[in-house]
């Protein structure tokens, strides 16, 4: 009798946990434009960071040397230039955004120079010689342990022997960061797994890190593949864990050439635009990856204009700006989700938890007497 009772029991839990399970709707994502905020500018500038301790953003001109910060009613905090002549003249600047509240910017030859009001305030300097290969579309200047870690810079030594096969090689296999602590030697560390594609012996090119780091939790995205790599701090080594793969159906691969072909690596994008995986957000309870499927070879043809060239507009309608929300775990719960027209480039998370993103005139119907940024919500229904 009691193994009966028991046996109806069962068969009662495993019927309401089913109508429970029919009843629950999936969970569904949406962002909602919430509202915007005019800035009075009107020379062309892009939304590079934001710093939630004081609330501003950064934008800056293309090449860096301009920049604004601006609170969130829109007010100019201050214009500021770097300075391309004189003693403390800057002759590249490679990246730029927020370190511990300073306006920081990555240098072709003086490591990184931080700025407060528009002036010199402290100096990074990295320990040797470097190139200026680097391509930091995030200053990715991350305090860790008491110092920085950041992106490794190329040592000019490591040109020596010209664009070798040994050379395109160790690209993928020498550390991927540096760190430097103020009174210890540079540290070089963050490896690619053994498994990682990027070891198979080809050509993949050159490599464009977006860093995360979350408490102990480092994850790594690199643009050209639609995957990330997590990583653990464990007393001060970052530990492989796994890769993530990221289900986009419609990515459009490049194509990998043999390690002594390498050179030849970038004509495909003649004919094909190639995905990109450009950052990695937290907000809230959830992650965000910025990302770009591509355009596919057959309709590349109609990404240019009537002269031949690229057309900035049509490579919007067809390539356009896509966001993926991932739960804590790196599970995937939704993607393709699509921002409002004209939003493109760098986008932010400001402390009342909204992403915010600069319209690009170019790419926008209407016309506005200034630089407008959108704030917007992440709706979950």
């Not at 450009?278 to 990302?291: C, M, N, P, T």
Request: contains cysteine; glycine residues 8%.
């Amino acid at each position: 009798m009691k193994k009966h009772f028991l046996s109806l029991l069962a068969f009662a839990f495993f019927l309401y946990s089913c109508d429970k399970a029919s009843t629950e709707k999936p969970i569904s994502f949406s962002l909602e434009l919430e509202d915007s905020l005019m800035i009075d500018q009107l020379e062309p500038r892009y939304l590079v960071d934001y710093d939630p301790a004081k609330e501003k953003y950064l934008l800056t001109s293309d090449s860096y040397f301009h920049y604004l910060e601006v609170d969130e009613s829109g007010k100019i905090l201050g214009r500021d230039s770097i300075p391309w002549d004189g003693p403390n003249a800057v002759s590249m600047i490679l990246g730029m955004g927020y370190a511990k509240g300073k306006v920081a910017l990555a240098t072709d030859s003086k490591g990184f120079l931080f700025y407060e009001n528009g002036n010199p305030v402290d100096q990074l300097t990295i320990p040797y010689p470097y190139t200026s290969f680097n391509f930091l579309p995030k200053l990715s200047l991350l305090p860790w342990n008491g110092g920085y870690l950041y992106p490794r810079f190329m040592a000019e030594s490591e040109l020596e022997g010209g664009f070798t096969e040994e050379f395109y090689s160790k690209t993928y296999s020498d550390p991927l960061f540096a760190f430097q602590k103020e009174g210890d030697s540079i540290r070089f560390m963050v490896s690619l797994p053994k498994e990682a594609q990027f070891l198979d012996g080809q050509f993949h090119g050159s490599l464009v890190l977006v860093p995360y780091l979350n408490g102990n939790d480092f994850y790594l995205l690199d643009w050209i593949r639609p995957e990330i790599l997590h990583y653990k701090d464990e007393e001060g080594e970052f530990v492989y864990q796994r890769t993530i793969n990221l289900p986009l159906e419609s990515w459009v691969g490049y194509d990998p050439v043999p390690m002594n072909q390498a050179s030849s690596f970038y004509e495909s994008y003649g004919k094909k635009m190639p995905g990109t995986v450009r950052d990695f957000i937290s907000i809230g309870e959830y992650f965000l990856v910025q990302y770009q499927n591509g355009i596919a070879e057959d309709v590349f043809p109609q990404a240019k204009n009537e002269s031949g060239r690229m057309d900035p507009e049509k490579i919007y309608q067809l390539n356009p700006p896509l966001l993926a929300v991932l739960d804590q775990n790196l599970k995937v719960l939704t993607k393709g989700i699509e921002l409002p027209k004209g939003v493109n480039g760098q986008l932010v998370v400001n402390k009342q938890g909204q992403l915010v993103g600069m319209k690009n005139p170019s790419l926008s119907s209407t016309e506005e007497e200034g630089l407008v940024l959108y704030r917007m919500k992440l709706k979950v229904d």
